[in-house]
């Protein structure tokens, strides 16, 4: 047994040490590289100086900064309400598309079209529709506010998709479940409250929370319809000081919140896969 | 006293054919296997008698009244008929006492509290005392079968149908779960079985049909049956089993 060295390890605890430090060190060299040449090569290309000062300009960052974070605070407010409402009206048109009754069918028809159409058009367009045409009608305040129609439209367009993929978790439920509920004689809208549901809002959750955080970017798209949310706030700032960095600025608040939201919702779904495997 | 009473049932799925015009009678308390090859249209059967699939032609006879009239309310007649899977399906968001409690809770409106004492003894009576807070996945394969049966139970059928309960089990734990079959069979229940597990059936059955291509092609008292077959299918069908 002399292959099996001073620590007592097997041939391939041993092989397997060497395989893993020989791709820590390539994957580390690989990484100092590429670095480096960003780092050198960039500066060296002819308008960085320019570049440098305006877009990364650490006056003006600072100086921006607290401003744009509070304008950040209407983006969450907006976000905090178009969210729950997506989640219920995104339910409802999934359990629409779902209905068995006769009588309903133009709810299927409705629930059908609501999805193509408010999938099929980009957001920004849906918002400059209702933001600016539902306005346009002439209502009295507060009913002519660009914050209550353009939520509106972000609420329209988003629920088509969380819609989706409810159904798809809703589908994802074996028929072999819907079998058992109603050989005990379950009735049908009691097998979806309480055996089909459950089990397809917890399938569908890390895929909810990817929509959720392009809900959060997406609630900038309302700065062009009127609101001083951050990125309409980063605009201002842009004017007044002639110079890019407060859209960087906006950049870094955005990415605070949705790289966090985006490991989480990527935790949640290997969590997932495991545990069905 | 006939409980269950089939006539010239056919089921078809677009053009096959899978149960080609099945007749049988099932008596109060009585216990009947129905055996064959899969495919012989023994789950199919079970699944006509419990609603869950609509027959094209015949007509199936719970107590003398009949159940399988196109666009009758299948809700309260299967509460009449209990009906257990291979695959267990117990609803994997729920403890064993909810998977067990939810359907009198809606269906005869019951609150927990009044159903708790009877839900604990069926519990008890079956093995699974301590099981009862558990989820479906931290139990054994066996465990979640006899947990299956006890929420059939629950809504007090007065008929039980087994598709073949035991398949999916280990062969360890098959024998707890025919353990519980003979325990209802004790208790007066009237049961269909579509079963695998010869030894089983040929010991506790009242009456055994083998099937073939959705037919009954013979069917009597297991010692009969298993011992003295007539028809040369049966027969043949046995030589590869037994």
Same mark, same amino acid.
């Given at each position: 047994?002399?292959?099996?060295?001073?620590?007592?390890?097997?041939?391939?605890?041993?092989?397997?040490?060497?395989?893993?430090?020989?791709?820590?060190? !390539?994957?580390?060299?690989?990484?100092?590289?590429? #670095?480096?040449?960003?780092?050198?090569?960039?500066?060296?290309?002819?308008?960085?100086?320019?570049?440098?000062?305006?877009?990364?300009?650490?006056?003006?960052?600072?100086?921006?900064?607290?401003?744009?974070?509070?304008?950040?605070?209407?983006?969450?407010?907006?976000?905090?309400?178009?969210?729950? %409402?997506?989640?219920?009206? $995104?339910?409802? #048109?999934?359990?629409?598309?779902?209905?068995?009754?006769?009588?309903?069918?133009?709810?299927?028809?409705? $629930?059908?079209?609501?999805?193509?159409?408010?999938?099929?058009?980009?957001?920004?367009?849906?918002?400059?529709?209702?933001?600016?045409?539902?306005?346009?009608?002439?209502?009295?305040?507060?009913?002519?506010?660009?914050?209550?129609?353009?939520?509106?439209?972000?609420?329209?367009?988003?629920?088509?998709?969380?819609?989706?993929?409810?159904?798809?978790?809703?589908?994802?439920?074996?028929?072999?479940?819907?079998?058992?509920?109603?050989? %005990?004689?379950?009735?049908?809208?009691?097998? !979806?409250?309480?055996?089909?549901?459950?089990?397809?809002?917890?399938?569908?959750?890390?895929?909810?929370?990817?929509?959720?955080?392009?809900?959060?970017?997406?609630?900038?798209?309302?700065?062009? !319809?009127?609101?001083?949310?951050?990125?309409?706030?980063?605009? #201002?700032?842009?004017?007044?000081?002639?110079?890019?960095?407060?859209?960087?600025?906006?950049?870094?608040?955005? %990415?605070?919140?949705?790289?966090?939201?985006?490991?989480?919702?990527?935790?949640?779904?290997?969590?997932?896969?495991?545990?069905?495997? | 006293?006939?409980?269950?009473? =089939?006539?010239?049932?056919?089921?078809?799925?677009?053009?096959?054919? +899978?149960?080609?015009?099945?007749?049988?009678?099932?008596?109060?308390?009585?216990? +009947?296997?129905?055996?064959?090859?899969?495919?012989?249209?023994?789950?199919? =059967?079970?699944?006509?008698?419990?609603?869950?699939?609509?027959?094209?032609?015949?007509?199936?006879?719970?107590?003398?009244?009949?159940?399988?009239?196109?666009?009758?309310?299948?809700?309260?007649?299967?509460?009449?008929?209990?009906?257990?899977?291979?695959?267990?399906?117990?609803?994997?968001?729920?403890?064993?006492?909810?998977?067990?409690?939810?359907?009198?809770?809606?269906?005869?409106?019951?609150?927990?509290?009044?159903?708790?004492?009877?839900?604990?003894?069926?519990?008890?009576?079956?093995?699974?005392?301590?099981?009862?807070?558990?989820?479906?996945?931290?139990?054994?394969?066996?465990?979640?079968?006899?947990?299956?049966? +006890?929420?059939?139970?629950?809504?007090?059928?007065?008929?039980?149908?087994?598709?073949?309960?035991?398949?999916?089990?280990?062969?360890?734990?098959?024998?707890?779960?025919?353990? +519980?079959?003979?325990?209802?069979?004790?208790?007066?229940?009237?049961?269909?079985?579509?079963?695998?597990?010869?030894?089983?059936?040929?010991?506790?059955?009242?009456?055994?049909?083998?099937?073939?291509?959705?037919?009954?092609?013979?069917?009597?008292?297991?010692?009969? =049956?298993?011992?003295?077959?007539?028809?040369?299918?049966?027969?043949?069908?046995?030589?590869?089993?037994?």
């Amino acid at each position: 047994m002399a292959d099996q060295s001073a620590a007592g390890r097997t041939r391939r605890q041993i092989y397997e040490d060497r395989l893993r430090r020989r791709s820590l060190i !390539i994957a580390g060299s690989s990484t100092t590289i590429v #670095v480096l040449a960003v780092l050198f090569l960039v500066p060296m290309a002819p308008g960085w100086e320019k570049v440098q000062k305006s877009f990364f300009n650490w006056d003006v960052f600072a100086k921006t900064f607290p401003g744009l974070l509070e304008a950040f605070m209407l983006d969450v407010a907006i976000f905090a309400w178009c969210a729950p %409402l997506i989640a219920i009206l $995104g339910l409802l #048109v999934a359990l629409a598309r779902d209905v068995r009754s006769p009588a309903l069918f133009p709810l299927r028809i409705l $629930g059908a079209a609501y999805t193509d159409i408010f999938r099929g058009v980009p957001v920004i367009l849906t918002v400059y529709l209702i933001g600016f045409g539902i306005p346009g009608l002439g209502l009295p305040r507060p009913w002519n506010s660009p914050y209550i129609w353009g939520s509106l439209a972000l609420i329209l367009t988003y629920s088509a998709y969380v819609a989706e993929i409810f159904r798809s978790g809703i589908e994802s439920v074996h028929q072999s479940q819907r079998s058992a509920a109603e050989s %005990l004689g379950l009735s049908e809208s009691d097998t !979806i409250r309480f055996v089909i549901l459950p089990q397809a809002i917890r399938r569908v959750i890390p895929a909810q929370m990817n929509m959720l955080i392009a809900l959060q970017k997406d609630v900038a798209l309302l700065s062009f !319809i009127g609101p001083v949310e951050i990125f309409r706030q980063a605009g #201002v700032y842009k004017s007044l000081l002639a110079n890019f960095t407060p859209y960087v600025g906006a950049a870094v608040i955005f %990415l605070a919140v949705t790289i966090p939201a985006t490991r989480y919702a990527d935790y949640l779904l290997a969590k997932q896969n495991r545990e069905r495997s | 006293m006939t409980k269950l009473s =089939l006539r010239d049932v056919v089921k078809r799925f677009g053009s096959n054919t +899978v149960c080609d015009g099945i007749s049988l009678d099932v008596a109060e308390g009585e216990m +009947v296997c129905l055996i064959g090859a899969s495919g012989a249209g023994k789950s199919t =059967l079970l699944r006509c008698i419990n609603l869950l699939e609509p027959i094209e032609d015949g007509e199936i006879f719970l107590d003398g009244e009949d159940i399988s009239i196109p666009g009758l309310d299948p809700m309260p007649v299967r509460r009449r008929i209990g009906m257990v899977f291979q695959s267990y399906n117990l609803f994997p968001h729920m403890t064993a006492i909810e998977n067990v409690m939810l359907a009198p809770r809606r269906v005869y409106k019951k609150s927990r509290q009044e159903l708790r004492p009877e839900v604990e003894a069926l519990f008890e009576k079956f093995g699974l005392a301590d099981r009862m807070e558990h989820y479906p996945d931290q139990l054994s394969g066996g465990q979640q079968q006899r947990v299956a049966i +006890v929420r059939a139970l629950a809504m007090k059928p007065e008929v039980m149908l087994f598709d073949e309960i035991t398949a999916a089990l280990d062969p360890q734990l098959v024998g707890e779960v025919l353990e +519980v079959l003979r325990l209802l069979k004790d208790s007066g229940m009237t049961m269909m079985l579509a079963t695998h597990e010869m030894g089983f059936a040929r010991e506790a059955a009242d009456k055994v049909c083998f099937l073939k291509d959705g037919r009954i092609v013979e069917e009597g008292p297991p010692s009969v =049956l298993f011992e003295n077959p007539t028809d040369p299918q049966t027969r043949e069908f046995l030589a590869r089993v037994l």
